[in-house]
């Protein structure tokens, strides 16, 4: 009975794709900056560059928002990084298509090519730069950003509670939780499935632990991403290893991402054990540089208190403003 819920409810999510996809790819990202205009600049350090007449005295700050989820509702989230760096920085977030709905039913593959468009069309990020700040799937999107895009000069790389390590079983969902319905919606035997695939975005990294093999030949984003795949694509592991800093943040509690341990590449074995990046042959090959960073401190692994997306004053002080004032 629960299955053949499960199974109305994904024909029903199909045709909601479908239905949307069309619409939502012929869309393009667009920018909200929310007139953030600073209110003064820090007289200590040397301009680095001047936009719109305003002289700005540290590398600007590209924001990306996570699923089911838009520029609009990270906006306290660009906020506090904004009152901590006292008004002084140039800030975007980038919206990728229809906001909420592009994030869930658009590929990623395509999402992080508007990213990568969106990023470079911007006349500050396209010449300056910057440091790229992604919440939840927005921290995959971001990295993977970094990876692909060519020609982005980005700095600093900081995630919050990205699922870089894919995510597994769904965990107990939340009525009000949709992506963590659509994670247990679509969990075996459907993730993947083509048209799940192309549709579904969380489907192209979830990572069903004991059906590797599957997920290295069906899942159409992460395995290419991670360097999983047996041809592995070194302009990746270059673009990663140009950052100055990766730092990526795991929320203790976290309810949304399983293992939460993916925030730090963590996956699951075959047996549903956490195997941390360290133990991995993904670090130990070094397929995408992370040993490289991690061997010349250019990588942090920062645990956090609270549930997805929870985030308060005091970690960005000591966590993200010592990053952004370099
Ligand atoms: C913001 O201003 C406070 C008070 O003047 C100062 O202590 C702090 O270092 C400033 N932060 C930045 C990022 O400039
Ligand atoms: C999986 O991980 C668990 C916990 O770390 C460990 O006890 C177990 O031996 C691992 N299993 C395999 C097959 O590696
Ligand atoms: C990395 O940091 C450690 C501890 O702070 C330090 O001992 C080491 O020299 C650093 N290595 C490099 C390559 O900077």
Request: proline fraction near 4%.
């Amino acid at each position: 009975m629960i299955r053949l819920l499960k199974i109305q409810s994904l024909f029903l999510l199909i045709q909601l794709g479908l239905s949307q996809a069309h619409f939502s790819l012929k869309s393009h990202y667009h920018k909200v900056s929310f007139n953030k205009k600073p209110i003064s600049t820090s007289k200590q350090h040397e301009t680095l560059f001047t936009h719109e007449g305003i002289d700005y005295t540290h590398a600007p700050v590209a924001f990306l928002h996570g699923i089911n989820s838009n520029c609009q509702e990270l906006e306290g989230y660009v906020d506090t990084v904004v009152e901590q760096m006292n008004h002084t920085i140039y800030t975007q977030c980038i919206e990728i298509g229809q906001g909420k709905f592009s994030t869930i039913f658009m590929d990623l593959n395509s999402q992080v090519q508007l990213a990568c468009f969106g990023l470079k069309e911007d006349p500050v990020f396209s010449t300056q730069p910057f440091n790229l700040i992604g919440y939840s799937q927005g921290g995959l999107i971001a990295r993977a950003t970094v990876e692909t895009c060519d020609g982005l000069k980005v700095r600093n790389l900081i995630t919050f509670g990205g699922p870089h390590g894919g995510v597994s079983e769904a965990v107990k969902c939340a009525d009000t939780d949709i992506p963590c319905k659509i994670w247990d919606l679509i969990s075996k035997p459907f993730v993947y499935f083509d048209l799940i695939q192309e549709l579904v975005a969380p489907a192209e990294y979830f990572r069903v632990f004991n059906e590797i093999s599957e997920y290295i030949k069906k899942s159409v984003f992460l395995p290419r991403i991670n360097n999983e795949l047996k041809q592995k694509n070194q302009a990746y592991k270059d673009r990663l290893t140009a950052l100055e800093h990766f730092r990526m943040f795991m929320w203790t509690d976290d309810m949304v991402v399983y293992p939460k341990q993916s925030a730090w590449f963590g996956v699951l074995n075959e047996t549903g054990g956490i195997v941390n990046l360290q133990d991995q042959q993904q670090y130990q090959e070094d397929w995408l540089g992370l040993k490289t960073l991690g061997e010349s401190n250019r990588t942090s692994f920062i645990e956090i208190p609270g549930n997805h997306m929870h985030q308060t004053d005091d970690i960005i002080q000591k966590y993200v403003v010592p990053l952004l004032i370099q």
